[in-house]
């Protein structure tokens, strides 16, 4: 990471001590703010989250089917016979286990789903980008490691309406 931003100063302290560098156009855009605001994020997020609401659902059925079974436990436990209570604890466990299961699996699944997004999302983003330099006519566009960029050559705003726009 040092590395690239040491290379990126270098490269363009070069590029404005040439007297060509009066011509130069340089952008930069703020990637976390395009990736926070873009219309595209929330359409994948309503996505998942349809897609994943009846998982999310049936685990918060068993949660609550374990807690009951846990309150019974407290409150008949005493009544119950040592092995009737032996074999509700057991029940339990296995419920719990099963539980904990499910639900590794349900983050799994859902950060496979969500990179999945992402990624789609990042390739729209970048070729906005590139179409909005070539159109523009940038010889450069920064983003990420960038310390500090003024008014004068942030697009981020530019980006972000090219992507609500294409929706």
């Given amino acids: 990471m040092k590395k690239n931003y040491i290379f990126i100063c270098l490269f363009v302290s070069i590029l404005f001590s040439t007297p060509a560098s009066a011509a130069l156009k340089i952008g930069f855009v703020n990637a976390i703010k395009v990736m926070e605001q873009a219309p595209q994020v929330g359409k994948a997020n309503l996505r998942l ?6 998982r ?20 008949s436990g005493s009544t119950m016979s040592q092995v009737q209570a032996r074999r509700l604890e057991r029940n339990i466990r296995d419920k719990k286990r099963e539980f ?37 006519r940038y010889d450069f566009i920064l983003s990420d490691g960038v310390v500090w960029a003024s008014k004068r050559v ?4 530019t980006v972000l309406n090219k992507l609500r726009r294409q929706r």
Wanted: charged letters at 45%.
């Fill in 154 to 157: 942030d697009i981020t705003k």
């Fill in 56 to 75: 999310q659902r049936k685990l918060v059925a068993a949660s609550k089917s374990i807690k009951n079974m846990e309150s019974r436990l407290k409150r």
């Fill in 100 to 136: 904990r299961r499910q639900q590794e699996e349900f983050r799994e699944d859902y950060n496979i789903r969500r990179n999945e997004e992402l990624e789609k999302i990042q390739k729209i983003i970048t070729k906005v980008i590139q179409q909005l330099a070539k159109r523009e």
């Fill in 49 to 54: 989250e349809r897609e994943f609401a009846p």
